[in-house]
């Protein structure tokens, strides 16, 4: 019988495996974009708060940590296939009577290069860097369901909102549950000898069992601590991980610049991104748009302005909403349509409600055309063709600006209280030709 038929590998659906695994690795691979424009389009609309922020975050790195395990399942199953190959058209392996060496050294290839025990170890680790992606693919959800958990108690319970919403913080806790899962921490839970003691700590030790998922999971790593150095264990894993989270992390601090994606393990430059200098963007330029890309913020028609007029888009995010509402109030804006006698009352009403909304998007933005403030730029709620965002639209006249490089700021103001606070929201540099 031949080692092939011996070992089964014909009956093994390899074929099925390494279409389901390419599927997977090819799908996981482009969620990066995915991620990123889901991001991009949704956060101006909505709330994105902390807990929302971590399982974004989180959730990204389950689909890295995945994407490794896939990986190395479908380069050591490409590899097994191409071993199969060679030995399904050469079942005889190795011809040693023309290998011009001696008996010696014929005799150690003949014991070192077994046909079916390489075939047996690339199948099973193959097999295994699927349980591998798995396993730690449940490891990460379970680290970021504690990690939640823990904060929701800070931050509801004790209020400690400062500790809380720090980086620093968020990824130490997220290291010390991850080592508290692989075991590093488990001499913590051993008996006191107090039975009061030993049986709270049983059932809060329980509790966690359940409320972690360390239940989905906590067998088979058991197996793997079992059967291996727990030091080989603790450091494959955390490897693991903190690879999945580098990468992770460099990819979404790519399109999302500050908190906790702004870790910067691969750029080694210190003075190419200051604050106080203007920087041109491309998503900040209509013609530069790529297909499915937003504004995200704002922005103008081109670099290069052959116009008249600036062509000034302002995305209206869900921050402005308690600043507009305040100033909208202080100046008695009817939200409701009541009715009217005549026409002429009600166009004069119209004409006021017109003229305070108008003061009210001047008063919450500020609009600064080479250091000149404009005092009374004229706003129009605008859904942009081109990205489908709803924003502000304005028309500048910049027919007598001088020819060459000039720059407009947006500056928004925000808070319910004061009307002087503002920041540096967008700057468009362009040239006037």
Known sequence: MKDNDALGYRSISWQLEIIIAGGLFYTLFTSTDFFKNFFIQTQPILNFDHYQIILFFGLYILTRTL?????????????????????????????Y??????????????????RKNRLETLEKWASLSFSFAILFAMLVISTLLVCLLIDAFLLEVLELESLVYNVTYNYTLAGVVLLAHLGVLGRLATKTGKPVIDKSLSLLNKLYYYCSGSFLYQRELLILRS???????????????????????????????????????????????????????????????????????????????KDKHLKLFVVHWFWFDSFKDSVLNSLDFKKEIPSFENDAIRSAFFD????????????MFEVVLNEKVLDSVRWNRYTHPKTDEEGYLAYIAVDTVKMGRNVVNVNRRYGKDSLEVSDGWMSFPFWKE
Not at 67 to 95: D, E, H, K, Q
Not at 352 to 363: D, P
């Open 67 to 95: 994407l490794i395990g896939f990986g190395a399942n479908l380069l050591l199953r490409t590899i097994w296939v191409a071993y199969m190959a060679i030995y399904n058209w050469y079942p005889n392996g190795v011809n």
């Open 97 to 114: 009577d023309k290998l011009k060496l001696s008996d010696d050294r014929k005799k150690n290839l003949k014991a070192r290069y077994s």
């Open 227 to 305: 059967n291996s150095k727990q030091w080989i264990l603790v450091s494959f894993g955390v490897f693991y991980i903190v690879m999945a989270t580098l990468i992770s992390v460099n990819q979404l601090g790519a399109f999302f610049y500050g908190g906790t994606f702004n870790v910067k393990v691969f750029d080694d430059r210190k003075t190419y991104e200051q604050k106080t200098i203007y920087s041109m963007k491309n998503r900040y330029y209509e013609d530069h748009l790529k297909k499915n890309e937003v504004f995200y913020r704002g922005g103008i028609q081109s670099e290069l302005i």
């Open 352 to 363: 006021e409600q017109r003229i305070k909304y108008q003061k009210t998007l001047n008063t």
